[in-house]
Structure formats: structure tokens, C-alpha cells
């Protein structure tokens, strides 16, 4: 059987890891009642949200994302309004931490097939509680481009100290232009920018075309309902989504890696929504490819839900199905060139 939607009611503290809680609540305010939680329609669409890299947008885009994202900071004066940005953050570390239970087992959204279509949901909301604050109905979130040279460091909007973009909690050496090391885990490789750059082209064709051509392997392992969480990642959430947020998380002087860097406190960097909208990209980019690289057919997956508040601050459950093909959920990205795909070893 498919993943339910958690209860919203039920949910308990998270953890850090497995005998360190979260030393607060991540829980969303409960509606009423999560079987009288309707389930999401899209709205009536008008223009594509179009989501750029974020190393290429200009000024006035700039502004826009820093004024919505410091508008969604000032929310957190009401610690219960689930479009905040802890809230929002706090989605993700509900999800991910134990704090729900389905089926009698913890729910664990990450390393199984829940991975892409879990944070395809995630974003969805958060760009459009974004838009509304500032009354943008076509605003997108930026991808952070890491698999084409230009991206591979952290967007300059997101390293000035002072913008509601800005994070403290990184890895300090790793700002200000450095290159990032896809296949990072935890210490420094004594590598050029060029080799760094080449090794990472390397990897995403391994990660997207040689290692990945049919879906399990891609999205990971079947989860359906009272099975043990964590049956096994797909190989982009292994490489570079997890090396990414290790590399950007503060390894030297935070305890877990916060913010980025460990799964409850992730959603608190803001460069964590466009690290995500890069995930995100590649489901469309593996697809594209071709050959057996296409969605599941499993029905234990198509039916599986989550649980998230809209912009008007109403809850809805939705369905993975419904989250397969970008366009029809009203985005899509900028084209931007694949170099990796001639990088085949
Ligand atoms: Cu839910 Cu990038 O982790």
C-alpha cells in the first residue's frame, strides 16, 4: 500500500539523530482534522513560473527574492503561522526526522523513491508562498546550477552577509567564489578549479546517465506502508545531493553541520531551496535522456501523500501522481547547456 499523509496531530518530537532530540518542535499547527484535509487542485494557471539559475539573474530579480524572503522571516513573529520561515523549514525536519509515524514506522522522506517527489511538493509551496508575499504570481525560485562550471560555487546572491538570503551557519571556507566539490564528504581535496570542474562533470554523467538507466535506480528504493524507512537512495540523492549540503553546511563549527549541512535544520538556509531546485531540475534532465529513464509505474508510489498548507494558509493533502510533470504543475527551468552529457568516461 502507499504512503499515507501523516497526521498532522500526531506528530512528536524530531530528532537529530537517533538518541539526540531537536531541542524544539517542529510540528506544523495541526488543522482539525487530516481526513477532512481536502485534497490539493492546481489553480487556474496563466503564465509558467519560469525558475532561473541563480548565478545568471540581474538586480531587479535579486531584489524581488530578498524582499519575499525577508517578508517570510518577518511571519516567524507568530511562531504558528505555517507560512513562516522556520515553519517552513520545519516542514522539512518534521519530515525527515522522525517526528510523524505511519503505518506504526517512522516516516523518513529521504533515501527511498519519496525523495524527488516529496521536495518537488515542498518547493511547489514555498515558491508560491514566496510570490504571494509579494503579490508575483509568476515568481520561480532560482536553481543553484552546480552541474555547469558557471554554478559550481554558491550563488553570490545567497554570500552577502546582511540579506535575508544569507546563512551563517556555512562552511566558511567555502565562500566568496570557492569551487564546489560535488563529491564532497567532509575534508578538503588538494585539487585545481579546473580538475575540481572536470571531476564534477565526470560525476553527474555517472550519477545521471551510467548509473541511472532505469527509475529504481534513480529514485531510489520501493517504500510502501509499514516498511522499514530508508530502503536505499537513488544516486543523485546520494551524489551531489548529499555532498552539497555537506560541503555548504558549517562542518567546522557547528556541532551536526547546521544549518545545511544536517536534515532538521537544512530548510533554515535559504540556499537550501535552490540547492533543491537543482534536484529538482534533474528529474527533468533524466527523463530527457531517454532510454528507460521515466517515471514509476508503481501504484504504491503514485499514491503515496503528504500533508502541506498553501499560500492562503489552507491545508491540502497531495498525491505523488500529481507531481510527475513540472509544466503541468505551473513551472518549469530556464534551459541551461548540460556539458556533463559529453562527459562520459
Ligand atoms: Cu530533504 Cu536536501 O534534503
Excluded at 548529499?242 to 545545511?260: I, K, L, S
Amino acid at each position: 500500500a502507499p504512503i499515507p499523509s501523516p497526521d498532522p496531530k500526531s506528530c512528536s518530537k524530531a530528532h537529530i539523530k537517533p538518541n539526540k532530540e531537536v531541542p524544539y518542535s517542529c510540528c506544523p499547527p495541526p488543522p482539525q482534522d487530516i481526513d477532512s484535509v481536502p485534497y490539493y487542485k492546481f489553480p487556474p494557471m496563466t503564465k509558467l513560473r519560469i525558475r532561473p539559475p541563480a548565478h545568471a539573474v540581474d538586480e531587479e530579480y535579486i531584489a524581488k527574492y530578498q524582499l519575499a524572503t525577508s517578508r517570510m522571516r518577518e511571519l516567524d513573529k507568530d511562531p504558528f503561522d505555517p507560512l513562516g520561515f522556520k515553519q517552513q523549514a520545519n516542514i522539512h525536519c518534521s519530515y525527515c526526522c522522525g517526528a510523524y509515524k505511519v503505518g506504526g514506522k517512522v516516516l523518513q522522506v529521504h533515501s527511498s523513491w519519496l525523495f524527488f517527489p516529496f521536495h518537488r511538493w515542498f518547493l511547489y509551496f514555498y515558491e508560491r508562498i514566496l510570490g504571494s508575499l509579494i503579490n508575483d504570481p509568476t515568481f520561480a525560485l532560482p536553481y543553484w546550477n552546480w552541474d555547469h562550471p558557471k554554478g559550481m560555487r554558491i550563488p553570490p546572491m545567497f554570500d552577502h552577509e546582511g540579506s535575508s538570503l544569507y546563512d551563517e551557519k556555512r562552511n566558511q571556507n567555502h565562500r566568496n567564489g570557492k569551487i564546489i566539490n560535488l563529491g564532497f564528504s567532509c575534508k578538503e581535496t588538494q585539487t585545481t578549479e579546473l580538475q575540481t570542474m572536470t571531476n564534477n562533470l565526470t560525476l553527474m554523467y555517472r550519477q545521471m546517465v551510467t548509473n541511472a538507466p532505469c527509475p529504481l535506480l534513480f529514485f531510489g528504493n520501493p517504500y510502501p506502508l509499514g516498511t522499514d524507512p530508508k530502503p536505499g537512495m537513488g544516486t543523485i540523492e546520494n551524489i551531489p545531493h548529499n555532498a552539497v549540503h555537506n560541503w555548504t553546511g558549517d562542518q567546522p563549527r557547528q556541532p551536526n553541520g547546521e544549518h545545511m549541512g544536517t536534515f532538521y535544520s537544512a530548510g533554515l538556509d535559504p540556499v537550501f531551496y535552490s540547492h533543491h531546485a537543482n534536484v529538482d531540475r534533474m528529474w527533468n534532465e533524466w527523463k530527457a535522456i531517454g532510454g528507460k529513464r521515466r517515471d514509476l509505474a508503481d501504484k504504491d508510489w503514485l499514491n503515496s501523500e503528504f500533508f502541506f498548507y498553501d499560500e492562503n494558509r489552507n491545508p491540502f493533502k497531495v498525491k505523488v501522481r500529481d507531481c510527475l510533470d513540472s509544466k503541468k504543475m505551473g513551472f518549469d527551468y530556464a534551459p541551461m547547456p548540460t556539458p556533463w552529457r559529453n562527459f562520459k568516461p
